[in-house]
């Protein structure tokens, strides 16, 4: 249920015509997964295998995960108890929603535009949610926190360490800028930073990066 409520918060906010349900393809027994990725320490894993005609993609969630996800639903309720798993479970669904209509418009995807969507997509949906629960609050603390004080695992991302901190400075840039707009806005909801928004997710991965270092 929680999975596809993150689905339905990603598909709203970004305007996604979507065909395939996340839970569908979800996988929660790491001997399921291919041999090289069984041995990863990390509680989401998106798996694709491509043999050149089709390809093929499931979500791994660690069960834990899931049950603590459950125990205590961030869409309904997101706090410091939950924010950490929630933000690892969006991550999964962030690259599974981006994979999916990506492929259903033939466009390929790169490790660095997937990660960057994903970091964006914490920031947004957190946002999002904070403010349903406190309309007159303004999350100022969100920025801080995710690109702040997470850091990159590099024993878990290995030789993909770079990419990863890359994708995390161009989001945290974004990110900062689309605050900006936020609080101007202040309790309001604007249409045009939701239009901005949904522009910015169907771009390539060369105009997303030219647009980041135009901001």
Known sequence: MVLQQMQELLVGIYDLPMQYRVDDFLVTERDQLPAAMRDSDTDEQVVVVDDGDEAAVGL????????????????????????????????????????????????????????LQAEIDKYVTSWWLLREQDPERYPAELHRLLFERTRVDARLAGERVEMYREANQYAARFCRCLERSLIAEGARQSRETLSGLRRFYRLSRERKMNHIQGL
């Not at 961030?74 to 969006?90: F, R």
């Not at 259903?104 to 660095?112: E, F, I, K, P, Q």
């Open 60 to 115: 791994f969630l660690d069960p834990e995960l899931l049950a603590r996800l459950a125990a205590a639903n961030p869409v309904e309720a997101l706090h410091s108890g939950n924010l950490a798993d929630y933000w690892t479970a969006l991550e999964g669904v962030s690259h599974f929603i981006y994979l999916a209509w990506n492929a259903g418009h033939d466009r390929g995807v790169s490790l660095l535009e997937l990660e």
